[in-house]
């Protein structure tokens, strides 16, 4: 006698009546979540958010202040979120997002041998592009942008001044040419920065013993 196989997918047609007990019952199951709704998403390093005020009465380490840690992507989002945008600090504020163990000074081992490509922003493009700008830095750091080259990297600065605000990428190594050129390449294809625009990397030591406008770039990207 032949098997006769039936098919998995069956439409009953028998109507089945509501139960609204049932309903009820199963209104009150708890939903269980997807392990992707609540595990958090590790990000490759710890970071630390620093806060600069320049207050004259007290000196220059005492007025900075950090913030809080984070290593993960939703951290960071949630930190971000209840800070305020950099285009709302007062004149002579920083922010400073350094890897966790790294001073954002150049006195700190990592960097006083390092140096920083430099984002100068003249004063209309503080509210056109400064929040675009620094977010966008923030988001290359955390996310390893840099290839080969994310050990180079320390940190971010940005410098709220009256004349004309400044974003840095400081890496821990000036005299590493090709980790420098490559991280200052990549960092102005990211901020957008047109290929006519110029920005310099710069030493530590040279920026400390010279004004800024003095301070020769030792890169170009």
């Known amino acids: 006698m032949a098997t006769v196989l039936l098919p998995l997918c069956v439409k009953v047609s028998t109507p089945v009546p509501p139960n609204p007990e049932m309903e009820i019952c199963e209104a009150n199951i708890p939903k269980v979540l997807s392990p992707e709704s609540y595990i958090k998403h590790p990000l490759q390093n710890r970071w630390a958010l620093w806060f600069f005020k320049n207050d004259k009465s007290k000196t220059w380490q005492a007025n900075l202040r950090l913030i809080s840690k984070f290593d993960t992507v939703e ?34 081992e990592r960097n006083h041998r390092g140096g920083r490509w430099l984002i100068t922003l003249s004063k209309h493009q503080r509210k056109a592009d400064l929040d675009r700008f620094w977010l966008e830095t923030l988001l290359c750091l955390i996310g390893e942008a840099f290839d080969d080259h994310n050990d180079d990297v320390c940190g971010a600065v940005i410098n ?49 013993t010279k004004s800024g406008s003095l301070t020769k770039n030792k890169f170009v990207a």
């Open 160 to 208: 709220v001044r009256a004349k004309g605000d400044k974003i840095a990428v400081w890496t821990t190594e000036y005299d590493n040419k090709e980790a420098v050129t490559h991280i200052g390449r990549v960092y102005k294809e990211k901020l957008g920065v047109p290929t006519k625009v110029i920005i310099g990397y710069q030493s530590h030591a040279d920026t400390a």
């Open 75 to 108: 951290d960071f989002w949630a930190l971000y979120n209840h800070i305020q945008l950099s285009s709302n600090l007062m004149s002579g504020c920083d922010y400073a997002l350094f890897k966790d163990g790294i001073e954002p000074m150049w006195e700190d």
